[in-house]
């Protein structure tokens, strides 16, 4: 299923540490109507799924009516990329679900208002997004959550899962922080070395699969995946045409690969160089390699 991915404006209620997006906010608040109709009409052409990002898509005024419209079109999937905290309103989830949103994916930080509305720098956000995830299961089980990795949380990882689980939500993703936008201006403070985080990261997953949850891992390779491997996100993502406010990549999948993330000097030697994509480009830059061993054919 081919995917449509449409930042329809990027304007947030929460100002996370770790946001991607950084600065966007304040040049591109919300996407014209006329513009994200078009946009979802040229797409259906080739897409059968769309997924409505930001910035925090709710809050574009015409929200609703994009949703709408692309339940017209028929996209089967219609996925809400969210922070969560409007569906803290059960009137505003049960417009969501009648204009024909039938996928979520809210973002969760921490196993409590401490560490989440610290993360998320809101007040009350950690609170609203666990009602929000709450409200939206009364509806529809297609609800995957998202965690970012960060110094900060790493190490409650297994206790944001057992929430998770809590919540019933369908899948988890644990998503290594990418270190561009806020994250990279907090670098210094924000990523921690994926050699220090897998323990956690591993011990995360057991959980969640003990209690029947899909569990996946986005931007950590193979070379720290032993014996987990299934999980990693990259080779499951459907290829996917990406439509930011100010441009558009048809093939996301390879423009992730090319221009997003990178191989270090010995990864030629490994098993997984073919399948793997690396890690965003930027965190060897930070850390280096030394902890990217080549993964090597077993011997029999
Ligand atoms: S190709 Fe490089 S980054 Fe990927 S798993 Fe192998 S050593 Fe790690």
């Known amino acids: 299923m081919r995917k449509l ?3 329809i404006g990027y304007r947030c209620n929460n100002f996370c540490l770790h946001c991607v997006q950084g600065d966007k ?3 591109f608040p919300k996407r014209p109507i ?3 109709l078009r946009e979802l009409a040229i797409a259906r052409h080739e897409c059968d799924a769309v997924v409505f990002t ?8 015409n929200f609703l009516s994009f949703v709408k419209f692309a339940k017209r079109l028929n996209y089967a999937e219609i996925q809400i990329q969210t922070n969560g905290r409007m ?3 059960v009137d505003f989830t049960e417009k969501c679900i009648k204009a024909g949103a039938n996928h979520f994916a809210p973002s969760l930080h921490g196993h409590n208002s401490d560490l989440h509305d610290f993360l998320t720098h809101s007040p009350g956000s950690f609170a609203q997004v666990c009602q929000g995830i709450r409200n939206i299961r009364k509806y529809t089980k297609n609800i995957i959550s998202n965690t970012v990795i960060s110094r900060f ?5 297994p206790e944001i899962v057992k929430l998770l689980v809590g919540l019933r939500v369908d899948q988890i993703q644990l998503a290594y922080v990418h270190i561009t936008g806020t994250a990279l201006k907090n670098k210094d403070t924000i990523p921690e070395k994926k050699s220090i985080i897998m323990p956690y990261v591993k011990k995360a997953i057991r959980l969640g699969k003990a209690s029947g949850k899909r569990m996946c891992t986005e931007a950590i390779p193979y070379c720290f995946m032993a014996g987990y491997e299934k999980y990693i996100a990259e080779a499951f993502i459907p290829p996917t045409k990406m439509v930011e406010q100010s441009f558009t990549v048809d093939k996301y999948e390879e423009f992730r690969v090319t221009k997003g993330k990178s191989k270090g000097p010995h990864c030629k030697d490994c098993i997984y160089f073919v399948k793997c994509e690396g890690p965003w480009r930027e965190y060897p830059l930070i850390f280096g390699w030394d902890e990217f061993k080549p993964v090597q054919k077993k011997l029999k």
């Open 34 to 36: 006329r513009d994200v």
């Open 5 to 7: 991915d449409i930042k």
């Open 153 to 157: 949380n790493y190490r409650y990882l």
């Open 54 to 61: 930001g910035g925090e898509p709710t809050l574009h005024p």
């Open 87 to 89: 569906f803290s309103s």
């Open 25 to 27: 906010r304040k040049k």
